[in-house]
């Protein structure tokens, strides 16, 4: 019962309804939600090079999505001879279903308003916008995201083909590689908030200066920001799928419904990211306080959560797009290098930090004795930096004595 | 700045915060039914001068062939798609007016790169290209234009086959070659007319020297 919805606690029809609209609604959502990211996604950066991107398929050309994908369902499906033909159909599925889950403990709405704990009420039944609230809500979000690993994973391998295989090779070391600085990041925002259930989280960042990008200092988000980048596959840390490298990557071998169950999935994890981001950092449904007003949206009724989170949503699509816009994809040593001795590190340091700063804050420490403890402990880590930074200086400068390439 | 610098670059380009577009958008679809073509098609631009289309066999004023079945387009034809086989000419009602006429002229367009070298080898004008490119046909057999598709109408005008794209006025079209009168600069043949008449145009004009 770990997962359940609470309005199943006591069986009724009327609940049991509500929650079968709900799993309809997030299904829903998440398809659309998907569709137009790619075709966001597509307009966005088409508008930063200067094109104009898709214009005929509907208006704006928003349909384009839709029309790619029907013309994938009718293409031959290919399953190369040499490939595990079970594994090969399976990854697409393993790819594609945790990214869908993911969406069933991120908080899309709900009342949060003055410091309430997001309930509201629909068809006279008391209810969370949210499909699933579990205690655990953040660790099902790292399990889900580990994974996903596997459909790409299994996917190059199971193909029976070099470049596949290079390319889920390459997945499997950057998602294990980032998901450590991802869970260290996580874990400041877990401490700060005290709570692993995902609307709990939202609820405690009831002011903006509670907002955990602000109260945890920002570098935690920074963080986590760029290993969501590499756990998504985004560039720039696409090597996955590197097309001058890699032809397409861990999907080479793969065609007709079972691509686009990948791309799907792509874009998808995509958007589901930028919601936890959105649910972690900036407090998901959360109304923004503009001008002592607590709620500007509060004539929306229930739903003034779900724009809140939608518009901060938007913000971090574009985000991710303008990434893909600007950056140029990093070499792989480039990509290690950030990931084990830049971004864990810091993490890690930071969340100590955190963690010095919470021990203070339960022994009641004055504001001078946090200040002073605070600035020894930057002092230590700075030190220890420089050291980390020194011991990598001196391994790349023997590498190259002995003529390694990187 | 360092490595954000590049973030607004991007930026800016996007045309929210006031980069331009250097690309124009399709006219077709939706909108060009509601405004001008019933069909939705695309508007077409205006063609340069020059343009190599799809081919015409050009005929005399007085409805004779030009082609006189010598086979030099087909064997300066840089992707071998041209098959001409000549044949002589009855005397009592001759195709041609020389010795010889093209019995066979086919041009394969899945092949043909659209060269001009074929009008260039031409030593009558009997092959001329027009404007035309856009035809779309669904299988290879039609790809194969034969001759009696490819040589020009009573009026003068090419034929109209199902699966091309004409546009009112692009009839008019049938000849893309160059009509320099002097293009050594050589003064004595500045504005001396060197090619023959056509069916249904006469003689055309000499192309506009250059200033």
Not at chain 1, 34 to 47: C, N, S, Y
Not at chain 1, 228 to 239: K, Q, S, V, W, Y
Not at chain 1, 369 to 375: D, E, I, N, R
Not at chain 2, 63 to 87: N, Q, T, W
Request: hydrophobic share 45%; glycine share 10%; aromatic share 12%.
């Amino acid at each position: 019962m770990l997962a359940l919805d609470e309005l199943l606690d006591d069986l009724s029809f009327g609940a049991v309804l509500i929650v079968l609209l709900k799993v309809v609604i997030v299904f829903v959502v998440g398809l659309v939600a998907t569709m137009l990211m790619v075709w966001f996604e597509r307009k966005v950066i088409a508008g930063m090079q200067n094109r104009i991107g898709p214009n005929k398929a509907g208006p704006w050309g928003i349909l384009q999505t839709l029309a790619d994908g029907i013309k994938l369902f009718f293409k031959e499906d290919l399953i190369p001879d040499r490939s595990d033909r079970f594994v090969f159909k399976l990854a697409p599925y393993l790819a594609f279903v945790p990214a869908f889950l993911v969406w069933s403990v991120i908080p899309l709405g709900g009342d949060f308003s003055g410091g309430k704990d997001g309930h509201v009420v629909l068809f006279d039944h008391v209810t969370r916008l949210q499909l699933a609230d579990p205690a655990i809500g953040v660790l099902l979000l790292l399990a889900l995201s580990s994974i996903a690993v596997y459909g790409i994973m299994l996917a190059g391998w199971a193909s029976g083909s070099k470049y596949p295989l290079l390319g889920s090779v390459r997945a499997s070391a950057q998602m294990v590689s980032y998901e450590a600085a991802l869970g260290l990041s996580l874990a400041a925002v877990i401490m700060v908030s005290g709570t692993l259930s995902t609307s709990g989280i939202v609820a405690y960042q009831s002011s903006l200066s509670k907002w955990h990008i602000a109260g945890t200092a920002f570098v935690p988000f920074a963080i986590f920001l760029i290993a969501a980048t590499a756990e998504l596959n985004r560039p720039p840390f696409d090597l996955v799928e590197a097309e001058q490298e890699l032809v397409g990557g861990f999907n080479t071998e793969y065609s007709s419904i079972r691509f686009a169950l990948f791309f799907l999935a792509e874009f998808m994890n995509t958007v589901t990211m930028s919601g936890v981001i959105v649910t972690l950092f900036f407090g998901g449904p959360q109304p923004l306080k503009i001008g002592g007003n607590d709620n500007i949206l509060s004539v929306l009724g229930p739903f003034s959560g779900t724009v809140w989170f939608l518009l901060k949503l938007l913000v971090f699509l574009y985000i991710y797009v303008w990434f893909r816009a600007t950056l140029p994809r990093l070499r792989y040593d480039q990509l290690m290098n950030l990931g084990w001795k830049v971004m864990i590190p810091v993490a890690l340091g930071w969340f100590m930090l955190l963690a010095l700063l919470r021990v203070g804050g339960d022994r009641g420490w004055t504001r001078l004795h946090k200040t002073t403890v605070g600035v020894v402990a930057l002092a230590v880590l700075a030190v220890a930096g420089a050291l980390l930074s020194l011991a990598v200086n001196v391994g790349s400068r023997n590498r190259d004595r002995e003529g390694a390439t990187f | 700045m360092g490595y954000l610098e590049g973030f607004l670059v991007t930026l800016k380009q996007h045309r929210l915060f006031g980069g331009k577009r250097v690309t124009t958008s399709y006219s077709g679809g939706r909108v060009a039914k509601k405004v001008s073509d019933p069909e939705g098609r695309d508007d077409k631009i205006t063609k340069p001068e020059r343009m190599h289309g799809r081919h015409v066999l050009n005929r005399y004023d007085d409805g004779m062939e030009k082609c006189i079945g010598c086979e030099l387009c087909a064997g300066v034809c840089p992707a071998k798609c041209i098959y001409v086989r000549g044949a002589d000419n009855d005397p009592q009602d001759p195709t041609s007016p020389g010795e010889r006429y093209g019995f066979v002229y086919e041009i394969n367009y899945l092949r043909c790169i659209h060269c001009d070298l074929c009008v260039e080898a031409c030593p009558t004008e009997a092959i001329t290209e027009s404007k035309l490119f856009e035809f779309s046909f669904t299988n290879r057999r039609d790809a194969v234009y034969t001759k009696a598709e490819l040589v020009v109408g009573d009026d003068g005008r090419p034929q109209r086959l199902p699966w091309e794209d004409w546009r009112p006025g692009e009839y008019q079209q049938t000849s893309g070659w160059m009509r320099a009168t002097s293009p050594g600069g050589d003064a004595d043949f500045v504005g001396h007319v060197g090619w023959s008449s056509e069916l249904g145009y006469g003689v055309r004009p000499p192309e506009e020297s250059a200033p």
